[in-house]
């Protein structure tokens, strides 16, 4: 393997907060090293555990004299990390050494927006909930790679909500609808997938689930507690995976339909 080392950094500051002349000590302890074992101390310097392998196919390029363009998370000593387009051109001089001149770009800012992005079509922008498409997503997924896990999913829905709305009006109706999402993230657990699905419709997705009494207990405790100031209650339909489904169309298809059931009552559960 081809040896490294670095020998110069300009205008890192802009970037790091740190000057080239620290970059390049903090990295000359490793200089005594083996090849692989100083491009392997350097990476864990600069890049991100999970974009190793990014740098290590870029080096691969580089060491066949190509040039070549990557994106990484970067760091330098403890500074935190900053997203940054790599630009490295190799030189092959005639003793075989090659000279490597890069540029590092600080592109945190688009990678901020497009999280920003992702975040506003993953989630419900009034309650911070997921949305349907994103739950839909993720349910499919997760009953796809983990067939082993126990599910269950429940469907709920606002009784006589309409009447709200027209009787006290949107913004009254609104404050119940915040109310109840900030209900259900206290009575669920971070590893559950909440959504608001629609109008004054939620789904949770509750996983790792070991007996469908721990299931009814949440839900009847979602019931009893008066979580909005109007006193709007719910109706809650609940399905299992896999007893009521295998699959996730199934599965909210038989959660519907209980919580069609419940409705006929209000402010009760039904099961698939």
Request: with cysteine; aromatic share 10%; charged share 25%.
């Amino acid at each position: 393997m081809n040896r490294q080392l670095y020998t110069f950094f300009e205008n890192s500051e802009a970037i790091f907060g740190v000057s080239g002349e620290q970059i390049l000590q903090d990295v000359q302890r490793y200089s005594s090293l083996s090849a692989d074992a100083y491009q392997k101390r350097v990476t864990e310097y600069f890049v991100h555990p999970q974009d190793t392998q990014v740098v290590a196919h870029a080096f691969e390029s580089i060491f066949n004299g190509e040039p070549t363009s990557y994106e990484v998370r970067m760091k330098t000593g403890q500074t935190g990390y900053v997203w940054c387009k790599v630009n490295v051109t190799p030189i092959i001089k005639d003793d075989g050494s090659i000279i490597m001149i890069g540029i590092i770009a600080d592109i945190q800012d688009m990678y901020d927006r497009i999280d920003s992005l992702t975040r506003e079509t993953q989630t419900d922008t009034f309650t911070g909930l997921y949305t349907k498409r994103r739950f839909e997503e993720l349910s499919g997924e997760i009953l796809r790679k983990c067939p082993g896990e126990k599910a269950a999913l429940i469907f709920l829905d606002l009784d006589d909500f309409k009447l709200i709305n027209d009787t006290y009006g949107h913004q009254a109706g609104d404050e119940v609808i915040l109310s109840v999402a900030k209900h259900l993230e206290t009575v669920f657990r971070r590893q559950d997938i909440l959504a608001r699905f629609g109008g004054d419709e939620f789904v949770v997705l509750m996983r790792d689930v070991r007996d469908k009494v721990t299931v009814v207990e949440k839900v009847q405790r979602l019931l009893q507690q008066n979580d909005n100031a109007l006193g709007v209650t719910k109706s809650v339909g609940i399905s299992f995976y896999p007893d009521s489904a295998k699959e996730y169309e199934m599965l909210l298809s038989k959660a519907d339909a209980a919580l069609y059931r419940a409705k006929k009552t209000k402010n009760t559960f039904e099961l698939a």
